[in-house]
């Protein structure tokens, strides 16, 4: 057997994978552009378009891209949940269903207004929402459910609307990595009553930071539109506050990057599906690694992350982070992912500090799977080219046997 890296043998890769972000004179010009038009905040009146050049150009290619018909673009994607929530009229003391294998700020987003989040667990093939799951979960409290399309892979969207239907839910889809993504065809974000992107600096289309919010239903957009800008109402004054509201604008300089980033995801995105499917196929014939399963009706995926399972073969003589090192030594920066958030301490507290109450739903396959069974590949690796993937299945296969 070869020698691992990792005591002292050679490491089947040394060459970097690409770095992120990936930008050329195209986002320098465009920010140019922003700074000697002079507009840099954010509109904060539909009608004042003294103060927009980039906003309106971006929300337009964002809203395309995602089959949407209106958009409201935020200082991030955690306020985007909350402001989502709030136009949604989920309030204090309300229930939200979500995924345990989410960002913590899917959680914090709703915590902030104490809306409490009810964790329902994931299924096990796909690690997104398990739709069996959360109509047991739906009290006379809930108001809405969250799909996060983890990984660039959009949850069961029939389902869950179909669910929300029938009690009166709202859905929103935190489609923080799923730029991009289809459900039958369909760009997610609005196929739900509200969808919510992030543009943070990992995210496939970034600015660094930024976040937007899509809907089709134009009383949810004027809600989320009036809450991200002090309460003004599209048509009025700027100092008619007429509802409770922030200002939670995204300026002009992130949209000038994003409509920059947005000429690149076509490409990206054909890019990042042939090399998951290179290696589907080769990661799928090691033994001990598991794919996940892929829904047909997910017509596009965002990959986001690349995702695969260890079997209780692999980990049983150190546990995932012993393969992790393992891998990571032969020059494959994987990682090991999310900590379910039902087990996280300020999750736990907070949502005890907002209901008096400290009993929280176990999410035995999520657990399962964060400790023993999901490892990562950031998207920015399945920009790499052909050989890269052969390379990444090389890895896998030595640190697999290694460890069989
Ligand atoms: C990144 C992310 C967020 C938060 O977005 P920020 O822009 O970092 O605030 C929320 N949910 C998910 C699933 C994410 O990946």
């Given amino acids: 057997m070869e020698k691992l890296a990792i005591d002292g043998g050679a490491p089947v890769r040394t060459e970097p994978f690409p770095a992120w972000p990936i930008f050329d004179e195209l986002e320098e010009r465009l920010l140019i552009e922003a700074v000697r038009s002079g507009k840099w905040g954010g509109a904060g009146a539909v009608t004042n378009d003294a103060y927009a050049a980039k906003l309106p150009e971006f929300e337009k290619a964002f809203m395309k891209l995602q089959d949407a ?39 914090t987003a709703a915590l902030l207004y104490g809306v409490i989040p009810v964790f329902v667990d994931v299924e096990e093939d796909t690690l997104l929402l398990d739709p ?52 039958e065809g369909r760009g997610v ?46 048509e009025g ?58 829904d047909p009706r997910i017509t596009r995926h965002a990959w986001h992350l690349y995702m695969f399972k260890l079997d209780s073969a692999l980990t049983a003589k150190g546990g995932k982070a012993e393969f992790l090192k393992r891998l990571q030594a032969e020059g494959i920066p994987a990682s090991s992912g999310y900590i379910p958030l039902n087990t996280n301490k300020a999750v736990v507290e907070k949502i005890r500090q907002w209901t008096g109450e400290t009993r929280i739903n176990d999410c ?38 290694s460890l069989a």
Wanted: charged letters at 20%.
């Fill in 69 to 107: 018909s209106y958009a409201v673009p935020v200082v991030n994607g955690t306020i985007a949940i909350t402001a989502a929530l709030q136009a949604a009229g989920v309030q204090q003391g309300d229930e939200v269903i979500i995924p345990p294998y989410t960002f913590i700020a899917t959680a």
């Fill in 132 to 183: 069996e799951k959360v109509e047991q979960a739906i009290t006379p409290r809930t108001k809405a459910i969250i799909a996060v399309h983890i990984g660039g892979a959009p949850a069961d969207l029939t389902r869950l609307k179909a669910i929300a239907g029938k009690h009166n839910l709202k859905l929103i889809e935190d489609s923080a990595q799923a730029v991009g993504a289809q459900w």
């Fill in 189 to 234: 974000g609005a196929i739900g009553d509200l969808g919510t992107f992030s543009f943070q600096s990992s995210k496939n289309v970034n600015a660094g930071e930024g976040g937007v919010i899509l809907t089709n239903d134009r009383d949810l957009w004027e809600q989320a539109w009036s809450f991200c800008n002090v309460g003004r109402i599209p």
């Fill in 237 to 294: 004054g700027w100092y008619q506050h007429e509802r409770f509201g922030l200002n939670l604008r995204m300026t002009e300089f992130q949209a000038a990057i994003l409509l920059a980033q947005m000429t690149r995801v076509e490409e990206q995105m054909q890019l990042r599906e042939r090399n998951a499917k290179l290696l589907n196929e080769q990661l799928g014939e090691i033994g001990g690694i598991q794919l996940l399963k892929r």
């Fill in 364 to 401: 035995p396959v999520c657990e399962r799977l964060c400790e023993k069974e999901v490892v990562w590949l950031h998207q920015n690796i399945l920009l790499a080219d052909e050989r890269a993937m052969s390379d990444i299945a090389k890895a896998v296969k030595k640190v697999a046997g």
